[in-house]
């Protein structure tokens, strides 16, 4: 059994923590057993490993998403990788071309999708482990995971079994699908033993790699790269299930949430601040989560969230927060990003009437990790080293610097840094943005060390 994570969702509705180059998995506002602050996915990895799956399974995540998978969760975790963000169909698909034609997994293998991020006990896994169980003693088409509703519900969608059967190695046959109901259909819902729909899929590989034959789709994986801005955007739930008639459900009675919205990921944070600020005593349910050093203090508000991050600030009522998507349409790229050798947050963007952009960011490097060797042909940078000690090489000439030292990079100037120990460095950049071209000559420090040096750096 091969086990995937989908792990290519945007998560919007944590604005203004999550954005196109930090997704809301990504978030670290929840703990783990020692207390130490940790995120969605970096959670569900570590139950995937405890129970032992963690070498049968693949994260399915974008171009955007790989240096943030490797900060988080290392560099050995097996990646399969989307070109660009499009839905879960398209996702699931160039998954099974993957498992097929890259990591040559058999026809006959039972393959389960999930979530990357939901928030569920680790014998939830166990349930997911039961479903190559399933499929062979049922001969079912699809397999899913259903959770036993505690409350009626309009936020998730429901999978309704067939009335009056017995189960077959745990699982019931699914007669329908509802989408979101209201709660007073939700009700009736519950009563005729309809599950909440969690989003966990399993088929053998051979019946999704025939649909995408049947639907003229490459099975190739590099092929199917290449035309994947062709693939319709849709979920699997509309392209496949809805679509496939032998179905079978298995019913998980645990705990499980989808941390999706500001409201629900509160509720399992383990502490009411996370950041500099204060919360008076006399707010209840009151969330801060500030990644700024800029103190915010929250005084007789309940049932608020205040989120604070170089991308802006949320004030919300908790049971507002879901609607958060239709009103963060501002014209701004990211301004805090993780990367695999560390971080960049942008302090601050101005462009001016001669068509110039001066650029100010922090950026953090992790001991023995390195940037890239490189240059701007548009842009010149000032670098101010305020944090550790590395290796600095411009134009093939090394120097050491330091905390204190500033570095003058010119245009069309090749330059690349290795920090020796845990390094910080203010840079300002300044060009016509919309005419600047980088050109990467290394992105590993032992390579340009080979090829470029013209001093030995001992």
């Known amino acids: 059994m091969k086990i995937v994570l989908l792990s290519g969702g945007s998560g919007k509705r944590l604005w203004p923590l999550s954005n196109d180059a930090r997704s809301k998995q990504f978030l670290k506002v929840l703990e783990n057993e020692d207390q130490e602050l940790i995120s969605?996915?970096?959670?569900?990895?570590?139950?995937?490993?405890?129970?032992?799956?963690?070498?049968?399974?693949?994260?399915?995540?974008?171009?955007?998403?790989?240096?943030?998978?490797?900060?988080?969760?290392?560099?050995?975790?097996?990646?399969?990788?989307?070109?660009?963000?499009?839905?879960?169909?398209?996702?699931?698909?160039?998954?099974?071309?993957?498992?097929?034609?890259?990591?040559?997994?058999?026809?006959?293998?039972?393959?389960?999708?999930?979530?990357?991020?939901?928030?569920?006990?680790?014998?939830?896994?166990?349930?997911?482990?039961?479903?190559?169980?399933?499929?062979?003693?049922?001969?079912?088409?699809?397999?899913?995971?259903?959770?036993?509703?505690?409350?009626?519900?309009?936020?998730?969608?429901?999978?309704?079994?067939?009335?009056?059967?017995?189960?077959?190695?745990?699982?019931?046959?699914?007669?329908?699908?509802?989408?979101?109901?209201?709660?007073?259909?939700?009700?009736?819902?519950?009563?005729?033993?309809?599950?909440?729909?969690?989003?966990?899929?399993?088929?053998?590989?051979?019946?999704?790699?025939?649909?995408?034959?049947?639907?003229?789709?490459?099975?190739?994986?590099?092929?199917?790269?290449?035309?994947?801005?062709?693939?319709?955007?849709?979920?699997?739930?509309?392209?496949?299930?809805?679509k496939t008639n032998n179905i079978v459900v298995i019913p998980y009675d645990g705990y499980w949430k989808d941390l999706g919205t500001w409201n629900t990921l509160t509720e399992e944070m383990k502490q009411n601040q996370i950041g500099r600020g204060t919360i008076s005593e006399d707010c209840a349910n009151t969330h801060l989560v500030n990644e700024l050093e800029i103190p915010v203090t929250i005084l007789g508000v309940s049932n608020v969230v205040v989120a604070v991050s170089p991308d802006g600030i949320l004030v919300t009522d908790k049971s507002a927060s879901p609607r958060i998507k239709d009103f963060i349409n501002y014209d701004q790229g990211p301004m805090f990003e993780e990367k695999e050798w560390g971080w960049i947050r942008i302090l601050d963007n101005e462009k001016y009437e001669d068509g110039r952009c001066v650029v100010t960011k922090r950026v953090a490097i992790k001991e023995g990790r390195n940037l890239s060797y490189l240059m701007h042909l548009y842009r010149e940078e000032v670098w101010t080293v305020v944090k550790g000690e590395g290796e600095f090489v411009q134009n093939g000439i090394p120097i050491i610097v330091k905390a204190g030292n500033v570095l003058h990079i010119p245009m069309k100037t090749l330059h690349g840094l290795r920090a020796s120990t845990d390094m910080e460095i203010i840079i300002v950049h300044s060009g016509h943005s919309h005419e600047d071209t980088v050109m990467e000559l290394y992105t590993k420090w032992s390579e340009m060390s080979e090829n470029c040096l013209n001093v030995s750096m001992g």
């Open 40 to 242: 969605m996915v970096q959670r569900v990895w570590g139950q995937i490993e405890k129970c032992g799956l963690a070498a049968f399974s693949y994260i399915a995540t974008g171009k955007a998403q790989i240096e943030m998978v490797h900060n988080q969760l290392g560099t050995t975790v097996p990646l399969i990788i989307e070109p660009e963000r499009r839905d879960t169909f398209p996702a699931i698909a160039l998954t099974a071309s993957y498992l097929y034609s890259v990591a040559n997994v058999d026809l006959d293998e039972i393959v389960a999708i999930l979530p990357v991020d939901p928030y569920v006990e680790g014998h939830f896994f166990y349930a997911v482990q039961k479903l190559e169980e399933t499929i062979q003693a049922t001969n079912a088409d699809l397999a899913l995971v259903g959770v036993k509703p505690t409350y009626p519900s309009a936020k998730y969608g429901y999978i309704i079994p067939e009335l009056e059967q017995s189960p077959v190695a745990g699982s019931l046959r699914v007669s329908r699908f509802q989408e979101k109901p209201t709660e007073e259909a939700a009700v009736g819902l519950i009563e005729r033993k309809a599950l909440w729909n969690c989003g966990v899929f399993s088929f053998k590989l051979g019946y999704l790699i025939n649909i995408l034959k049947a639907k003229g789709y490459p099975t190739e994986y590099d092929q199917l790269v290449k035309q994947y801005h062709e693939l319709p955007k849709i979920s699997f739930d509309y392209e496949v299930v809805e």
